[in-house]
């Protein structure tokens, strides 16, 4: 026999369906507690070598001499890896935040419940803090997410603290600096370091070459380039064509959301703002955000073409979406021998 429910009961039992399912998403989304990862004290008397640590570019014959241990280094970033089960728990949230039929969809992380659930512990953090201060480095930071911790200190403590020579090397024209060995970390503290970040000056390159690779011309009458092949210029109407990007409705515009785009240079809003007019966009400049301690703005050429592409098209293809330009500096007016890049602006 079937047994019909009254419709106050029925609507009973969806509420606490619905409130079951509100229950589940909070306990998955809500807060938790880290394991603690170093179960015994850091000490430099045991080190191991943190693999793939030394840059491909500090090779020995590119050599150009140690570099002075009194040379202050700010901003050096030591990044924490996730232990297996955090990393294989981050996976299936990803997936969950993905699928329409998960109670989980679209249910976003703020970085403190990231912290809580993918970060390091806090008795963890207090002891590589403690092992930093030992060795004579000033904590500058420790991110929201739990998972880098941001010190400065001098080329003398850096060689001391990681087993390593800091060495200058000359190549493509360029004077940088570099560990000149793989760094060896604390046996107890080696697991938990996914890399070490800002010990060198290598920076990435755009991916844009100006000037060289294209002859441009401003009227747009080229029909070749070098290699006398068809060179084609778009428009915002004609990138959105070849693309097959939606122009119908207005959900399109990116109205409502927004959009980050990372550098490592500064720029010159009339720049964007000439791309916007002559493409006969509405004139919106991005916001720009530079990241907190990495030193003052300085427009690098070649960073900065980058950049100005990455936040004209975006404008392009999305008019109606808040830009944000996040970017480092540099803490002198050429940007040379600048530890600080894109995975910076990433970062934060």
């Known amino acids: 026999m079937m047994t019909m429910l009254a419709p106050s009961v029925q609507r009973r039992l969806r509420i606490c369906g619905w409130i079951a399912i ?10 938790q507690t880290p394991a603690v990862r170093i179960r015994s004290e850091i ?15 500090a090779q020995a014959q590119f050599d150009a001499g140690r570099v002075p241990a009194d040379t ?5 970033s030591i990044v924490f890896s996730r232990s297996t089960a955090q ?8 997936a969950a935040q993905q699928d329409p039929a998960s109670p989980l969809f679209h249910k976003w992380l703020n970085p403190d419940q990231f912290a809580a659930r993918f970060g390091m512990a806090r008795e963890d953090l207090d002891k590589v803090q403690s092992w930093l201060e030992q060795q004579g ?16 200190g001098t080329v003398g403590q850096v060689e001391q603290a990681f087993q390593t020579q800091m060495h200058y090397y000359k190549s493509d024209g360029e004077k940088n600096f570099a560990p000149s060995t793989e760094l060896s970390l604390p046996a107890a503290l080696a697991p938990t370091v996914a890399g070490i970040r800002n010990l060198d000056s290598f920076r990435l390159h755009p991916m844009h070459i100006p000037g060289a690779a294209r002859r441009v011309r401003p009227n747009y009458t080229i029909c070749c380039d070098t290699n006398n092949a068809d060179v084609v210029f778009f428009a915002p109407p004609d990138i959105k064509k070849v693309y097959n990007f939606p122009t119908t409705g207005t959900g399109e515009t990116g109205a409502g959301q927004s959009i980050a ?22 004139v919106k ?10 030193g003052s703005p300085v427009a690098v050429a ?35 021998n600048n530890t600080y890049g894109v995975f910076d602006s990433i970062q934060y």
């Open 22 to 31: 509100c229950a589940l998403a909070v306990t998955a989304l809500g807060a």
């Open 43 to 57: 000490s430099s008397s045991e080190l191991t070598p943190l693999k793939g640590s030394l840059h491909p570019r």
């Open 72 to 76: 202050r280094l700010n901003g050096i």
């Open 87 to 94: 990393q294989a728990d981050l996976n299936a949230l990803i």
């Open 137 to 152: 480095f000033s904590i500058d930071s420790v991110a929201r997410s739990k998972n880098l911790i941001r010190f400065s």
């Open 261 to 282: 785009i990372v550098g490592q240079s500064s720029i010159t809003v009339s720049d964007i703002e000439a791309f916007q007019n002559a493409s006969s966009l509405g």
């Open 285 to 294: 400049d991005p916001t720009q955000v530079l990241v907190p301690g990495t």
């Open 302 to 336: 070649g960073d900065e073409s980058e950049s100005d592409i990455d936040l004209e098209w975006s404008s392009a293809m999305a008019p109606g979406a808040n830009i944000f330009f996040v970017y480092t500096g540099c803490s002198n007016s050429t940007c040379s």
